[in-house]
T-cell receptor
Framework: EPEVTQTPSHQVTQMGQEVILRCVPI?????FYWYRQILGQKVEFLVS????????KSEIFDDQFSVERPDGSNFTLKIRSTKLEDSAMYFC??????????????FGPGTRLLVL | DAKTTQPPSMDCAEGRAANLPCNHS???????VYWYRQIHSQGPQYIIH???NNETNEMASLIITEDRKSSTLILPHATLRDTAVYYC????????????FGKGTSLLVTP
């Protein structure tokens, strides 16, 4: 069964450093998402991406964040200058338009980011 | 998106049916009810969705009341591997639309 993959599974970085989290969505999917989950808190939407453009973004997704689809398979989330509060599990998801517009988002296993 | 209300936790004995309720009294006509679950910090996993009819798949059944103000997810024969946080999400079904996860129901299946 096709699945969303994410690398790395864990990343430790120093505050102020740039990090890039990578995702390989399911191959025939057209919509891509990033969510995050701070330890002990709920899953929060960051951004959705379609046709090389951001479709929707939350208030969390400020100028420190950017997304890119650099080639036909990868989807990346970049955090330019990490803060302590960026420590979280980051989930990538993908979806395809379904019947009558109903779609299902499939999530990857996540990247656990720790900012020191 | 309409707000949902779920009990924070539930227990279920292994092999019994787990019935997880969700209230969504402000749901609008074009909003679907989705259920996802998250097993111990793994990525959320889609379970089932519905608009107004009851739905069943290999994982679960979804019962939506006639007025659509509440629904119940049924795991017919719960196993220990069904221990997870279950999220009821109400959302319009446009592609690219954000899923708004609440706190969900933490289901513990006991031997």
């Amino acid at each position: 069964e096709p699945e969303v993959t994410q690398t790395p599974s864990h990343q430790v970085t120093q505050m102020g450093q740039e990090v890039i989290l990578r995702c390989v969505p399911i191959s025939n999917h057209l919509y891509f998402y990033w969510y995050r989950q701070i330890l002990g808190q709920k899953v929060e939407f960051l951004v959705s991406f379609y046709n090389n453009e951001i479709s929707e973004k939350s208030e969390i997704f400020d100028d420190q964040f950017s997304v890119e689809r650099p080639d036909g398979s990868n989807f990346t989330l970049k955090i330019r200058s990490t803060k302590l509060e960026d420590s979280a599990m980051y989930f990538c998801a993908s979806s395809e338009p379904g019947l009558a517009g109903v779609e299902t988002q499939y999530f990857g296993p996540g990247t656990r980011l720790l900012v020191l | 998106d309409a707000k949902t209300t779920q009990p924070p936790s539930m227990d279920c004995a292994e092999g019994r049916a787990a019935n997880l309720p969700c209230n969504h009294s402000t749901i609008s006509g074009n909003e679907y009810v989705y259920w996802y679950r998250q097993i111990h910090s793994q990525g959320p996993q889609y379970i089932i969705h519905g608009l107004k009819n009851n739905e069943t798949n290999e994982m679960a059944s979804l019962i939506i009341t006639e007025d659509r103000k509440s629904s119940t997810l049924i795991l017919p024969h719960a196993t220990l591997r069904d221990t997870a946080v279950y999220y009821c999400i109400v959302s319009i079904s446009n592609s690219g639309y954000a899923l708004n996860f609440g706190k969900g129901t933490s289901l513990l299946v006991t031997p």
